[in-house]
Structures are given as structure tokens and as C-alpha cells.
């Protein structure tokens, strides 16, 4: 049976958790038409600007070995770190996938009552990416502005001794869909 605050009582039950760890994976993948028609060497000049600018609006990872001191981590955390992302561009040229965002991470101290934090982080996150929401700011970087579009998004979210949920981005409506796998 399953009560309010998330916990499988079948499994354990909250006075036995000595930490609750939540386990984080999932992928953007992001199409820009104004990136991909650019041909080497310039899209390999174009593609740093663009990492810059994902590094910019997702903000620094953190982890236990390298927390953030000077600046606040705007990714969801646990007590041992944040969630991690690793930007992939496309390996070829031409086509319409820019390349992608995968994200990770085992956020410890993080629960049930924290996971509406994550959903509404990665429904942002969707949203920065979107036309309409320029990547950058400056004129010469002009040339990416409005053209990103995520095309795909899934983020799979489970709580240790709990609940299992995946986000699906919809990304003709513009909005987050849940699905509650456990």
C-alpha cells in the first residue's frame, strides 16, 4: 500500500531510510535548421558558441567533489550534488538535429516532495529551447537566435523506495506530460 508522502510501505517504510537517493536520466533532442546548413569549418566555430550558450541557460552541474561556492547551481540537487548534462552535437552535417542534451544523476536527500521542483525545471528547460526564446543574446550570435526547436524530450525520474514517473515533452503543444510508472 501506498501512502501520501511517495514510500512503497511494502518495500520499507520511512523510519528505516537512512538516505533516499533519486535516480535521474533523460535526453533533449534539439533541432536548429540555422546551425546544421552552416558548413565546416565555420559550424565547428558556430557549434562552440552554441555549447556556451546551453552551458549559459542550464547553468553548472555540481558534485560532491566540486560543489558550487560563488554562484547558485540552478539544476535540481541533493545533498551530494546535482544533475549532470553532457551536450552531444550532431555527427554529421546537414539534416535538422542540431545534437543533443542527455542529463543524469543520483540526487541523495532528494524525494517525493521535491520531485514538482524537477518537472517544473524540466518543463523549463524545454521552454528555453523553444522558438520564441532565444539562445543568446548578442548580434553575432544572431544566426542560432529563435532557431532552436526541441523536437524530443523524455526525462525518467525514480525515487528510491517510492514512485517512478517519465516526462514526455510534447513539442507541438508546447507542454509536459507525466506518466506514473510506479
Known amino acids: 500500500m501506498e501512502e501520501d508522502n511517495g514510500y512503497d510501505t ?6 528505516e531510510i537512512m538516505s533516499q537517493w533519486t ?3 533523460g535526453i533533449i533532442r534539439l533541432d536548429n535548421i540555422g546551425v546544421c546548413v552552416i558548413r565546416n569549418p565555420e559550424r565547428h566555430e558556430l557549434e562552440k558558441v552554441v555549447n556556451e550558450c546551453i552551458v549559459e541557460k542550464l547553468g553548472k552541474p555540481h558534485t560532491y567533489y566540486s560543489p558550487i561556492v560563488d554562484e547558485e547551481c540552478i539544476l535540481p ?8 548534462y553532457q551536450i552531444t552535437p ?30 517544473i525545471w524540466f518543463k523549463e528547460t524545454c ?14 550570435k544572431s544566426i542560432i537566435s529563435n532557431t532552436f526547436n ?3 524530450a523524455v526525462l525518467l525520474v525514480e525515487i528510491e523506495f517510492g ?13 509536459l506530460k507525466e506518466l506514473k510508472v510506479r
Open 90 to 119: 550532431a555527427s554529421h552535417e546537414g539534416g535538422l538535429s542540431w545534437g543533443s542534451v542527455s542529463f543524469y544523476g543520483d540526487l541523495r536527500d532528494f524525494g517525493i516532495g521535491d520531485y514538482p521542483g524537477l518537472k
Open 150 to 152: 526541441v523536437r524530443n
Open 77 to 84: 540537487a541533493g545533498s551530494e550534488g546535482s544533475i549532470e
Open 163 to 175: 514512485r517512478a514517473f517519465v516526462l514526455v515533452w510534447d513539442s507541438e503543444k508546447k507542454v
Open 10 to 15: 511494502n518495500i520499507v517504510t520511512r523510519e
Open 127 to 140: 521552454l528555453k529551447f523553444s522558438p520564441g526564446k532565444p539562445p543568446v543574446e548578442q548580434i553575432a
Open 23 to 25: 535516480h535521474v536520466a
